[in-house]
């Protein structure tokens, strides 16, 4: 008996499957053409040429290869799944979705359709829906750990960080070189504010694949917006590193336990040893910006008497973290408008749990300095009129209420400089809520925009740093802030300036 039709298609089908494995795209689709010429009903001979065609990336006669197998057996499900995928692959959803659904309804245990469905959903931002098919996809076959990743992804698009990140360590768990899901996995730690682990996930990744770009982003973005830009150049600052210092060597004695909150580099730490501490605690929020403390006090000349400790100040204990009530308490955690780092959070809580009755405290006090202001480059930055022979003037509604300003900033003064609050660091009632009116002379006539702002600290008596408009460089800025409608102002009038604040918040207005 000779070779049949059915037994040639048969044997042609096994090369097909060769060739693709061998990645041999134009024989295979040869192979697979010679299969359904030798046994044109036969639906699996479609559904092959169908895929060889679907791997060389021709979805549309992919497409009609499967057609074609469905017109022999409507009831075949891998044809469906595989009709489905080419319409996924052209971008038309909405068919792949009804062609899948086919074949899941012919065959529900069809673990590709589900990952399919799944992937339909997700494109179709159905994340849900995504993420039903690959928990029914992995319950048919759990040991398909790529539906994990999958799943991951789904979670990770819709928000639920934590789930991506319970389903990207399951994956990472067998397959722990993926440097794709380790960066995926970095991502949906930062957003889940696990910094350290996202860190050590873009590391690896990293360590595996030098020179990721996606890699390199999400460690140097993640470093980035834990250490913000100003850290630098403030430590650049002579004036303000030099105030410091001699503030401290004035309020620092040899009996002294200092307790520092936010170590930063460590400068005011080591200034504080330098100056004869017995012994200083620091604190620092930031662990990466702890760990580059640490390892720069430890190979300085005050190793001994200096312990980093990498914790925000209100989770301190005494005994636990410092060994004792501190002497003295040094910061520098001033935003520029004063409270927005949480000087006063800090420094309350420091103040009710951290020291000893009567400590002194570097800087000792600070106002929140205010000017009335107007001038062409206000103007400039607050107000529209026509544009292009366009009236735009309504547009200035949308103003921002506040922003920081260059540091040498032109302005006109329309009244004194003004301490419009005054904060003492020992007294606990100077740091406390405040809803209050402050009523400004006029000193000059002009249009005013409302109220340009500067920190002035005593950092110990006599010591004093400024960062006023017209006179320093300082890493501080400026903030202005505007009040919702511009005035006409003549000397002699009063404007009301309305302060509020609560904990790390400011809002600032005319009233
Ligand atoms: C403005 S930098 C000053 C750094 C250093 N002390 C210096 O003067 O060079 C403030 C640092 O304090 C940290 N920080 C702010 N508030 C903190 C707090 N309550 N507890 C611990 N660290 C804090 C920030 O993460 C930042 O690194």
């Given at each position: ?41 036969v ?79 997700h ?26 990743y ?24 067998s ?72 503030a ?139 544009v292009c ?12 209420w ?18 419009l ?9 100077s ?16 249009r ?64």
């Open positions: 008996m000779g070779e049949t039709p059915a037994d040639r298609a048969r044997a042609l089908l096994v090369e097909v499957q060769r060739h693709l494995a061998a990645g041999r795209l134009d024989a295979a689709e040869a192979a697979a053409r010679q299969a359904a010429t030798a046994a044109p009903g639906a699996e001979c479609h559904n092959a040429l169908g895929v060889a065609l679907r791997v060389a990336e021709r979805f549309d006669e992919a497409a009609g290869a499967y057609a074609a197998a469905l017109a022999i057996d409507p009831a075949n499900a891998r044809a469906h799944n595989n009709l489905g995928d080419v319409h996924r692959l052209r971008g038309d959803h909405a068919a792949a979705v009804a062609a899948i659904r086919q074949a899941l309804a012919l065959d529900p245990g069809h673990v590709e359709a589900w990952r399919n469905l799944a992937l339909c959903h494109a179709l931002e159905e994340h849900e829906a995504a993420a039903e098919a690959l928990r029914r996809a992995l319950a048919l076959a759990p040991g398909q750990v790529q539906l994990h999958a799943l991951g992804k789904v979670e990770h698009d819709r928000g639920a960080h934590a789930a991506a990140v319970a389903a990207y360590r399951v994956f990472l768990a397959v722990p070189d993926h440097v794709e899901a380790l960066v995926d996995l970095g991502m949906a730690l930062v957003e889940l504010g696990a910094d350290g682990e996202a860190i050590a996930a873009f590391e690896r990744a990293l360590a595996l694949r030098p020179g990721d770009a996606a890699a390199e982003f999400g460690l140097r973005e993640t470093i980035a917006r834990l250490t913000p830009p100003w850290h630098i150049p403030m430590m650049n600052e002579p004036q303000r590193n030099l105030a410091y210092r001699e401290i060597r004035a309020v620092v004695g040899p009996d002294d336990h200092v307790l520092e909150i936010g170590t930063g580099a460590g400068l005011l730490a080591l200034l504080s040893a330098e100056a004869g501490a017995r012994r200083v605690t620091t604190c620092e929020m930031v662990d990466v910006v702890a760990a580059e403390a640490r390892s720069i006090v430890a190979r300085s000349r005050y190793a001994d008497r200096v312990a980093v400790v990498g914790k925000r100040s209100t989770a301190l204990q005494v005994g636990v973290d410092l060994p004792e009530k501190a002497d003295v308490l040094v910061s520098e955690i001033l935003a520029d408008d004063f409270v927005g780092e949480g000087v006063l959070t800090s420094l309350v809580d420091a103040r009710r749990r951290l020291l000893k009755p009567g400590a002194r405290m570097v800087p000792a006090r600070g106002d929140f300095m205010g000017v009335l202001v107007g001038g062409a480059y206000l103007e400039y930055l607050l107000e529209l009129g026509e022979g366009f009236d735009m003037a309504s547009f200035a509604r949308l103003r921002p506040r922003q920081a300003v260059p540091q040498r900033i032109d302005y006109d003064a329309l009244s004194d400089d003004l301490a609050i005054g904060y003492d660091f020992a007294d606990l009632d740091m406390q809520p405040i809803d209050r009116t402050v009523p400004v002379t006029v000193t000059r006539a002009g005013c925009y409302g109220v340009l702002q500067w920190i002035r600290l005593e950092l110990a008596p006599g010591v004093t740093y400024e960062n006023h408009p017209r006179s320093t460089e300082s890493v501080w800025n400026k903030v202005l802030y505007a009040f919702p409608e511009p005035r006409d102002v003549r000397p002699g009038d009063v404007v009301d300036v309305r302060l509020w604040q609560r904990g790390d918040y400011l809002y600032l207005t005319g009233a």
